[in-house]
């Protein structure tokens, strides 16, 4: 899951500094509920929604990773041995329908 507040806001042109004032908060507190560096509570994803006129429900993106799966992925994908990540790569590839010429 995460957050879509950049995104709507942009789309709606609110700028974070006005989002911000809005909600009651400073804008690097904004930011860093954008950025997934601090959680999104209830109560400031009403606010969001209010200021933008949206259904709270819209900020998520239900469908997305979890970051901590992200995180996950990643850690283990470092951990393989050179031929272990060409195979993931290729599985991954073949996964999103992304074919990559070995010439590229």
């Known amino acids: 899951m995460r957050v ?8 709606w042109g609110v700028s974070q500094s006005d989002l911000a004032e809005l ?26 929604a209010k200021a933008l006129e949206i259904d709270p429900s819209d900020l998520i993106d239900f469908d997305a990773p979890d970051q901590d799966d992200e995180k996950y992925l990643i850690q ?10 060409k195979e993931w790569l290729d599985l ?5 329908g992304i074919a990559q010429d070995k010439n590229d």
Do not use: C, D, M
């Open 92 to 96: 991954a590839r073949v996964a999103t």
């Open 23 to 48: 909600i009651g908060v400073s804008r690097p507190y904004l930011a860093q509920i954008e950025n997934g560096t601090r959680s999104l509570s209830v109560v400031r994803q009403s606010a969001i």
């Open 76 to 85: 283990s994908f470092r951990r393989l041995k050179p031929e272990q990540r």
């Open 4 to 11: 879509k507040i950049a995104e709507l806001r942009k789309k």
